[in-house]
């Protein structure tokens, strides 16, 4: 329609020339599975990582659900961990038979509280689930000494936080636990769809090879299995997508938080908008979305409809999954973690993805304003 401004969509990847000249190399090379790209994709991410390996797998879920087994939590465990989550982080237990146990988060970072977590340990806790959500790092230390307190196993769900740097300096996913990784395409960075999963040593990380290839051991044949597997693979054309978003991962990141620090402005002068927080000490958010809060009052479905109606993509990000049907069975109720509750009824995720451009994150904003009944600032 002539007049109208293009439409801002809320995620977008960026896929260039490098992507397609490696997707080529791996079509023309006739290996498109378990050959040299996928190797190469899982060294180089586990040198930017930081860490000693790294397991390519079909998805963020896949790596999550090897996780679970590789820390052997089954029936009869419970494993504490965050309700305002991607509903995977809790999915991944039910895989196995195992329990999540929810505990109220912290409401400034949105991430599982230790003191909450350590309120909920019992006789059958027999592990730590955290998120690092929306890319900022959860208080990991504070776990980990809960987790070593009581024995506990740790699986940590950073699948939207490649590049977030924790309390003590360190990049997420490399401490030593278990780590997962997702590349869905509105990720920092994306393969399509893909994940990682970062081992805890060399026989964990063979036994995390096998089960994502059928139960074939390394130097097996394509018929012999000697364990239960599963095709969690990730093609080595996805490969060929990562080993070059990898090559510019520092950049997307950096790009990625210029644009946050463009909407910290932009958003600044509007009433009943609250901003997430870019980091505290140490602590530096890898940015997957941008998400405000509204204030108490705001009516966010009517919001949302206003900023469609401009075409502006925006959408009420996230609601608690202890709330979804498959979870209430096991007797969860809206009222029992105020904290994610609170977040989950008032956030609003906007358009956010490296390419987007200084005027359309004020166009944003500006509508923003207009949405919620006031004068967009302009100038
Ligand atoms: C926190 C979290 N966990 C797990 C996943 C699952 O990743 P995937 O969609 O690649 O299976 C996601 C992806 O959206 C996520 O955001």
Known sequence: MSGEPEPIPLAQPDIGSRE???????????QLSLGPMGQRFER??????????????????????LGVRAL??????????SPFSFVASANCLLYEGARPVFCDVD????????????????????GILPIHIFGYPAAMAALESLASAQGLGILEDACEAIGAVDS???RVGSRGNLATFAYYANKQMTTGEGGTIVPTDAECGARIRSERNQGRAIDMGWLDHDRLGFNYRLSDVAAAIGVAQVEKLDELLERRAAVADLYEQGLAGIEGVATPIAGRGQERRSWFVYTVRLA????????????????????????????????????????????????????????????????????????????LGQTPVTG
Do not use: M
Request: proline share 5%.
């Open 168 to 170: 003590e300096g360190r």
């Open 296 to 371: 108490d009052g705001v009516d966010r479905d009517a919001t949302i409809a206003r900023l469609a109606a401009r075409g502006i993509a925006s959408k009420a990000y996230l609601p608690c999954i202890h709330l979804f049907p498959h979870l209430r069975e096991l007797g969860y109720r809206e009222g029992q973690f105020p904290v994610a509750e609170a977040a989950a009824a008032h956030s609003l995720a906007l358009p956010f993805f490296p390419a987007i451009s200084e005027g359309q994150v004020a166009r944003v904003c500006q509508e923003l304003a207009a949405a």
């Open 20 to 30: 397609e000249t490696l997707v080529l190399e791996v079509l023309r090379s006739g």
């Open 72 to 81: 052997g939590w089954g029936a009869g465990d419970e494993v504490l961990t």
């Open 107 to 126: 409401p400034v970072t949105l991430n599982l509280d230790p003191a909450a977590a350590a309120a909920a340990a019992g006789e059958r806790t027999a």
């Open 44 to 65: 180089e991410l586990a040198a930017w990582l930081g860490v000693e390996d790294a397991v390519a797998v079909s998805s963020g879920t896949t790596a999550l659900h």
